[in-house]
């Protein structure tokens, strides 16, 4: 479309040029070869006139220079000093000739020439002084004005307007043939460019391109190979780490269940003889013992987390009574007196208990720990949809730790302190609510306290 309109402002501006060169080129041909024909006329025929003339003598040469005209068709009028031009025009059929141009010839001397326009038509008016030769080309007082039709001219230039626009068409159809061209060989490569960009943004890091030509395109063209080379070494570098990392949290928190077991099963005889112990040695047992809780809380944890970073995380839904699994959850800990619970009686839904279970425990668990009483537990269906909400009326979350509640090994000690817990909880409940189709979701409320908010489908997905 630039090409075109370049093409188009080139030629528009290339005919007004010719056009106007072309019209002024025809008038003043025009004009030269008027005046100089009625000079040859009155040269011819002024000496026969008497001087100095009176009316009929000037109506005289006024008719034999209109016959003297020829093709040219001019009228001619004369006057003699401050006297009227003869012959006088009739009221339908007016002079041309202006009153500027009369006193223009007779102040200078010399012959002048106007083009003026009447009712739509051009006309070129000459004035032209008569002198006398024989005296050094003193002024007779005798002054020839002629006027003539540029009707045809004006249909001369309207023909090479006609031509230049004739012209024009072929030209800019021919223009079309270079502009496609050269948009091709542009937007060719750039229409490559965009789609393997948009393979590289799907994962296709081994998208290349070929490489034709020494111009920009070329060199952007090895810039962008060069770019995905690098992007697609950086990427399985990345996941090789990635891998690496995750077969090592795997693998040492398998290798780490055994002896926490045997731990575990000691401290728990430890704990049941405490009391017996020395203070300062029953201290020591209950510590070791509470740290071997989180260290085993903190192995299993890791383990759910590798699970789900291999895809190995399996899903056993079943049809469940809502408020059931849900008053289990609390029974099973010892919460029912401690949290306030809205469920819904008669809802099913199809979900994994044991996984849904983990999730209320934990955001509950949170809740009682960091939050402040009262805590409540509703749940609602709604659109196919059920809706898990637990609220607590403690000091919120602050702003800028609520983006990353969920990430793994977030601790916000400015806000919630969690020195009980892994960091791992949030991020195990969100991968069990992605599990089922669901979402996870944190935020505070107008009123006070944060509100967790898990939403899941009913019924598995087709």
């Known amino acids: ?28 041909r025009t004009q030269t070869t008027a005046v100089h024909d009625l000079r040859t006329q009155i040269d011819s025929l002024a000496p026969a006139l008497p001087f100095p003339p009176r009316p009929q003598d000037l109506q ?5 220079l209109d016959r003297a005209g020829g093709s040219r068709n001019w009228r001619t009028s004369a006057a003699y000093g401050n006297g009227p031009a003869v012959p006088e025009r009739l009221p339908g059929n007016p002079s041309v000739v202006t009153d500027t141009l009369r006193n223009a010839v007779r102040s200078r001397n010399e012959p002048l020439c ?46 090479l307007v006609t031509a230049a626009q004739a012209g024009a068409v072929p030209a800019l159809a021919l223009a079309v043939v270079p502009a496609l061209f050269a948009a091709r060989r542009v937007l060719r490569p750039v229409r490559q460019l965009r789609q393997a960009a948009e393979k590289i943004t799907g994962g296709a890091l081994d998208t290349r391109l070929k490489v034709t030509g020494t111009d920009e395109l070329a060199d952007l063209t090895r810039t962008f190979n060069a ?7 950086d990427d399985a570098r990345l996941r090789r780490m990635e891998a690496n990392s995750r077969r090592f949290a ?14 575990s099963a000691v401290t728990e005889v430890l704990d049941e ?16 013992s509470g740290e071997t809780r989180k260290l085993t809380r903190l192995t299993e944890d890791l383990m759910e987390v590798s699970r789900f970073d291999a895809g190995a995380a399996a899903l056993h839904p079943d049809e469940v009574d809502v408020a059931l699994a849900l008053r289990e959850t609390l029974r099973a800990r010892g919460w029912q007196d401690r949290v306030t619970a809205d469920l819904p009686e008669g809802v099913r ?39 898990i909400e637990v609220r607590d009326n403690g000091p919120g979350i602050d702003p800028e730790v609520l983006p990353h509640v969920f990430d793994r090994f977030y601790k916000a000690d ?31 409320r107008p009123e006070g306290g944060a509100v967790f908010t898990v939403d899941l489908p009913l019924r598995e997905e087709p």
């Open 60 to 64: 005289n040469f006024a008719l034999q």
């Open 114 to 159: 106007q083009r003026v326009e009447r009712n739509g038509t051009p006309w070129l008016t000459i004035g032209m002084p008569v002198t006398f030769t024989g005296t050094g080309h003193k002024a007779s007082g005798l002054d020839v004005y002629a006027e003539f039709s540029l009707a045809d001219e004006r249909d001369d230039i309207a023909s």
């Open 349 to 387: 839904a199809r979900f994994d208990p044991r996984r849904i279970d983990v999730v209320v425990a934990n955001l509950v668990g949170n809740a009682l720990r960091h939050g402040g009483p009262p805590v409540r537990l509703t749940a609602r269906a709604a659109g196919g949809r059920l809706l």
């Open 227 to 233: 770019m995905a080379a690098a992007l697609e070494k």
């Open 1 to 28: 479309m630039a090409f075109l309109a370049v093409s188009a402002l080139s030629a528009l501006i290339t005919a007004v040029l010719t056009f106007r060169e072309a019209r002024e080129a025809i008038l003043q």
């Open 250 to 263: 795997a693998d040492v928190s398998h290798e780490l269940r055994t002896p926490l077991a045997a731990m």
């Open 273 to 288: 003889d405490a009391a017996q112990l020395p203070s300062d040695t029953a201290d020591a047992v209950r510590l070791i």
């Open 414 to 444: 400015a806000a919630r302190v969690r020195s009980e817990g892994s960091g791992l909880g949030l991020a195990i409940a969100m991968e069990n609510v992605r599990l089922h189709g669901g979402t996870l979701r944190a935020a505070n």
